[in-house]
């Protein structure tokens, strides 16, 4: 998926580590081989090419993941839409340089809702598109991927670590001194990098979205790769990242983006109606201003 994992954990002084690191990385390349965008035989990108009404076969895994965002495409009222591929790729996100014309083509114009027009058989896994929509799971598969490497360490009974790709975390238990797993949040800064804050976690993951870290510049004017559904283009506005924490970093890796796109207002009060922790922060007047929304997950706490 075009970046790193790593995992950190303990365990007896006997144990080999050599079959878990094997496990661990053919759990990550599963979810490479059938969701990357950058791959052109992934099942993804199979399911992309497909014609319209089609049944397409497809991989339990790919199926989860499909299934989850949609349903939080749902209940974002479409901010998070995992149909979002032409716009990427049309801003210079994909596998291709920004294209002008793709741009005007996507930009401003009405497009479908993904979780009203693509149909999910799970019991058969099966997939198809009631009209033409470019899936892209940038915006969840890394989380899923932090979720399926926490599941092996568990398949080898290992109860304290911390699992992390791309910045997205999962943590379980402790570390050995009894204190909890200490995560940097980074300060949205485009130049450099620098924690605005620490977060400790036990049994619990983290995902960031937000706009200082992957951006192109067009005629001067530096745009995110988040993209607005709505707009068909990258987010403007005041939001400069949204963290969200839940039990699953699939779960917090699809609410950070969401949040992301609904923007502070409306992200505040979707996060507080789903009972979310998150945390926002904007940009206001050359200073970051944090709003914390929930945030009382376990033994989770913000220094």
């Known amino acids: ?29 599963v979810v490479d081989r059938q969701m990357s965008t950058w791959k052109p035989d992934s099942d993804l990108m199979r399911l992309n090419r497909a014609p319209v009404g089609e049944w397409v076969p497809v991989p339990a895994e790919l199926m989860e993941v499909l299934a989850r965002g949609t349903e939080i ?26 294209d002008e014309s793709a741009m005007r083509a996507v930009l401003g114009h009405a497009r479908p809702v993904t979780h009203e027009v693509l149909d999910l058989d799970g019991e058969s896994l099966r997939v198809r598109k009631q009209v033409p929509v470019t899936l892209d799971l940038s915006g969840i598969a890394k989380g899923y991927a932090v979720d399926r490497m926490m599941a092996v360490l568990g398949r080898f009974e290992i109860t304290n670590a911390l699992v992390g790709l791309d910045g997205e975390m999962r943590a379980r238990g402790l570390r050995p001194d009894g204190r909890p797993w200490t995560i940097a949040l980074e300060r949205p800064d485009y130049e450099k990098r620098a924690a605005l804050s620490i977060l400790e976690l036990e049994d619990a993951a983290v995902a960031t979205s937000g706009d200082y870290r992957h951006w192109i510049d067009v005629s001067g004017q530096r745009f995110s790769h988040t993209m607005d ?27 950070a983006t969401g949040l992301m796109v609904l923007g502070v207002q409306y992200g505040q009060e979707l996060a507080q109606d789903l009972r979310l922790n998150a945390i926002f922060i904007e940009r206001t007047n050359k200073t970051l201003r944090q709003i914390r929304v929930g945030w009382s997950h376990g033994q989770t706490h913000l220094n």
């Open 1 to 29: 998926m075009g970046t790193r994992w790593s995992a950190q954990f303990h365990a007896p002084a006997v144990t080999d580590p050599d079959p878990i690191h094997a496990a661990l990385a053919e759990s990550v390349d």
């Open 229 to 255: 559904p709505a707009r068909g283009g990258p987010l403007s506005g005041t939001l400069a990242s949204v963290t969200v924490l839940a039990e699953s970093c699939m779960e917090a890796d699809a609410w």
């Open 73 to 98: 495409g749902r209940l974002s009222e479409g901010a998070f839409d995992i149909g979002m591929g032409d716009v990427v790729t049309a801003w210079g996100f994909g596998t291709h340089d920004a």
